[in-house]
């Protein structure tokens, strides 16, 4: 059963939504990126007046705009910090590149965080089953544009033409590596057509590399291309740390050194694993 949304936890949503709306050019705008959030409803939200407003709802809109779900305390990890940084240099310079790292290594929380503090950044989670169709309408609502009655190429056209009125643009594609063939080369005209004026980050694990790697190698189409333009490269992110897990642990109120080396030997450096551990160990000391 979930627990009520309170009222603290009500004002941190209505706080990062209003500074959402504002990266993505309003509240009318903001309502076409969320899914099944209306501008009324956003209106209310940002306005406090939450009487009609259920937790589900408040749920939904924390969840689409980046706020964990509970009150986790994150620190910057060494991975955080890289991240941020790849990030911040590839949206200045309009650079398409792949970054990979380990499950649970912390990217998608890093992606997130940066699309909520920085203005032109469009995050997206991919999703196997999708076509390119399906691919280029997730985008355009994501940039506040509806996709209802345009075809496949009317899509692209509108999504470049707003590429090129935007001040460096990013795209960030969190779990690329799910992305079908067929997608993934949509890549290559689209690089054509928005290299200079927007820049692409492919964020996935090391199959990512594997997939570009026996793509290139067995000649499959479109994939010497796009190896190409990502800089024939995967930038590695390194493992999480030791130091790391002590800093979260410590953030998140396990302070005992015994415990805390319990969690880093358990946690085959998976922050999911240490944050799912932290909580398993202040439930047992809450309960005495």
Not at 3 to 29: F, H, M, P, W
Not at 88 to 107: C, F, P, R
Not at 255 to 273: F, V
């Amino acid at each position: 059963m979930e627990t009520r949304v309170t009222e603290i936890r009500k004002r941190d949503i209505q706080n990062a939504l209003a500074d959402y709306c504002a990266r993505y050019g309003g509240q009318s705008k903001a309502s076409k990126i969320l899914d099944g959030v209306s501008s009324g409803t956003i209106s209310q939200m940002v306005n406090g007046n939450w009487e009609n407003i259920s937790d589900e709802m408040w749920r939904k809109v924390a969840s689409q705009i980046g706020l964990e779900a509970d009150k986790w305390n994150a620190v910057e990890t060494q991975n955080y910090a890289r991240l941020m940084q790849v990030l911040s240099d590839a949206q200045e310079n309009t650079l398409w590149m792949a970054i990979t790292g380990s499950a649970g290594s912390g990217k998608t929380f890093a992606c997130k965080q940066y699309s909520r503090d920085h203005q032109n950044v469009f995050y997206v989670s991919c999703d196997p089953d999708w076509n390119k169709r399906e691919f280029f309408a997730v985008l355009l609502r994501k940039i506040g544009k509806e996709p209802s009655g345009l075809t496949l190429i009317q899509m692209k056209q509108k999504l470049v033409l707003q590429m090129h009125c935007l001040d460096c643009p990013i795209i960030i594609l969190d779990e690329a590596d799910k992305m079908s063939d067929k997608v993934l080369n949509s890549f290559i005209t689209l690089y054509n057509d928005i290299q200079y004026d927007c820049s692409v980050i492919m964020i996935a694990t090391e199959f990512l590399f594997k997939r570009f790697d026996a793509g290139v190698r067995y000649n499959k189409q479109g994939f010497n291309e796009l190896w190409s333009r990502i800089g024939r490269k995967c930038v590695p992110l390194k493992g999480v740390t030791q130091e790391d897990i002590v800093e979260i642990c410590r953030a998140n109120g396990v302070e005992d050194p015994k415990e805390i080396d319990n969690i880093i030997n358990d946690c085959e450096g998976d922050l999911r694993r240490v944050q799912r551990k932290v909580h398993a160990y202040l439930k047992k000391q809450q309960r005495g």
